[in-house]
């Protein structure tokens, strides 16, 4: 009788086990999803008397030929795309909208970017928002100033 206890204490706990590890995880609270664009951006170092001067360029990426080598993936230019620019997450600091080729320009002085006497080595970290195709994305982008 003792044998039999002993080894339904082990049965009891091994169910027990069994019934509460195949508990389901729900998703991610913010879920991870592709960029709908592809993002380029150009132009990182700036004098402390020049504006700041960012270039962008947005494509759409046409996946379709992923499996053919001789065509592979293909770079769409998105024309028409609002882009808004932030700092420090939530403060915008200005928009621009991509031409027929998909390209930008941002400008501002360093003021708008929250360095009102820019020394070398400041850094800002610039977020280019934007919703293609009803998918937001987000980038980041640092600028510092240079001699």
């Known amino acids: 009788m003792k044998i039999l206890n002993k080894n339904l204490g082990i049965y009891i706990a ?7 590890s195949c508990v389901e995880e729900d998703g991610l609270v913010t879920p991870n999803v592709a960029s709908p664009v592809l993002v380029l951006l150009q132009g990182s170092s700036f004098q402390a008397t020049a504006p700041v001067t960012v270039t962008g360029r947005f494509y759409e990426l046409d996946k379709s030929g992923i499996l053919d080598h ?4 293909d770079s769409i230019p998105v024309s028409g795309l609002q882009v808004r620019v932030f700092i ?4 915008e600091i200005g928009t621009a909208t991509t031409d027929n080729t998909g390209s930008l320009v ?3 002085p360093w003021s708008t970017l929250g360095l009102s006497s820019p020394r070398v080595g400041n850094s800002v970290r610039l977020e280019f928002a934007g ?3 009803n998918i937001a994305f987000r ?3 640092n ?3 240079r001699q």
């Open 14 to 20: 091994l169910l027990a086990v069994v019934c509460f």
């Open 131 to 133: 919703v293609h195709k």
């Open 139 to 141: 980038t980041y982008h």
């Open 70 to 73: 001789r065509v592979g993936i």
């Open 88 to 91: 420090n997450h939530n403060q």
């Open 106 to 108: 941002f400008q501002q």
């Open 143 to 145: 600028v510092v100033v």
